[in-house]
Nanobody
Framework: QVQLVESGGGLVQAGGSLRLSCAASGRTFSGYGMGWFRQAPGKEREFVAAISWSGGVTYFADSVKGRFTISRDNAKNTVYLQMDSLKPEDTAVYYC?????????????????WGRGTQVTVSS
């Protein structure tokens, strides 16, 4: 079992920045890929970013490419999502998740453990 807790969400003006953290406890997550997804009201959960277990490979949705950065610190069992140049359309609940299975990083079904999410609200 892996428990994931997201933090760092909040209210920010358009153009601002936030840094989300996802802390894992339980079994070590150093062998897992990690991903961030988001879900806005009335919309389906969508992929945001992901990182391989070593941190050497990253993936981003086109909508956040160039604005968001993902990183991880396996010694601290934590993955981060740095969000810059935020837009109102980035408003959503952001979830982190672990990925142990082989397969696409872009697909939510490939992930197993999920956090409860943190709210990000970007005002115009």
């Amino acid at each position: 079992q892996v428990q994931l807790v997201e933090s760092g969400g909040g209210l920010v003006q358009a153009g601002g920045s936030l840094r989300l953290s996802c802390a894992a406890s339980g079994r070590t997550f150093s062998g897992y890929g990690m991903g961030w997804f988001r879900q806005a009201p009335g919309k389906e959960r969508e992929f945001v970013a992901a990182i391989s277990w070593s941190g050497g490979v990253t993936y981003f949705a086109d909508s956040v490419k160039g604005r968001f950065t993902i990183s991880r610190d396996n010694a601290k069992n934590t993955v981060y999502l740095q969000m810059d140049s935020l837009k109102p359309e980035d408003t959503a609940v952001y979830y982190c998740a672990t990925k142990r299975r082989a397969g696409s990083y872009y697909v939510a079904g490939m992930y197993d453990y999920w956090g409860r999410g943190t709210q990000v609200t970007v005002s115009s």
